[in-house]
């Protein structure tokens, strides 16, 4: 069965310090597709990346950056120099070619 | 493109009332789909629709939930009676497809049952 843990469910930050979100998943099969999308206070899910277990290049956009393991079932997200503008729940989720599967969020605070 | 339109953005009722949320997904989204979400917590499917037929409704509590897509394009959930433990945002969401495609989220119907 598939299954997302984030288990930070808090993590506050001061602005233009570097912060690393937690995500680890379980699934039985070899093909899937992880998933990291953002909840501004507003309440619309944001998309910001979206990866197939075949490629586990790390992934930099911005000051956004992703760093898949597979050895270790993780898919973490790192936002560098973090900014007020990034408080939200951070979640990651997971497709096995099914409906999406979410962890329970992080709730990142950034305090200026 | 135009985003996932869902109304209303919040509603309050009564217990045992009944509410219905409607959902317009984005043009040539052929999947759709229905998230509840709770405080705190992560969306959980309730519904996925391809077209106009159900894919998956395991998770839906077919004893006060409905939904339906008639024509294959907008669609309606509803709760019927409405317990306490409903109160949740409840999200819509549409997609080409699974797995590789992301989806697109609509903004949220709030739902506070009283």
């Known amino acids: 069965a598939q299954k997302v843990t984030q288990a930070q469910t808090e993590i506050s930050v001061v602005e233009k310090e570097d912060v690393t979100l937690d995500c680890v998943y379980e699934t039985r099969d070899t093909t899937y597709y992880l998933f990291w999308y953002k909840q501004p206070p507003s309440g619309e899910l944001v998309f910001l990346i979206r990866r197939n277990s075949f490629d586990e290049q790390n992934e930099i956009s911005g000051r956004y950056s992703w760093n898949f393991q597979k050895s270790t079932s993780s898919f973490n997200f790192t936002i560098t120099a973090s900014q007020v503008v990034d408080s939200a729940v951070y979640f990651c989720?997971?497709?096995?070619?099914?409906?999406?599967?979410f962890g329970k969020g992080t709730r990142l605070s950034v305090i200026a | 493109e135009a985003g996932v339109a869902q109304s209303p953005r919040y509603k309050i009722i009564e217990k045992r009332q009944s509410v219905a949320f409607w959902c317009n997904p984005i043009?040539?989204?052929?999947?759709l789909y229905w998230y509840q979400q709770i405080l705190g917590q992560g969306p959980k499917l309730l519904i996925q629709f391809q077209n106009n037929g159900v894919v998956d409704d395991s998770q839906l509590p077919k004893d006060r939930f409905s939904a339906e897509r008639l024509k294959g394009v907008d669609s309606t959930l509803k709760i019927q009676p409405a317990k306490l433990e409903d109160s949740a945002v409840y999200l819509c969401a549409s997609s080409r497809g699974q797995g590789f495609y992301g989806y697109t989220f609509g903004s949220g119907t709030r739902l506070t049952v009283v």
């Open positions: 043009s040539g989204h052929a999947t």
């Open positions: 989720a997971l497709s096995e070619d099914t409906p999406l599967v």
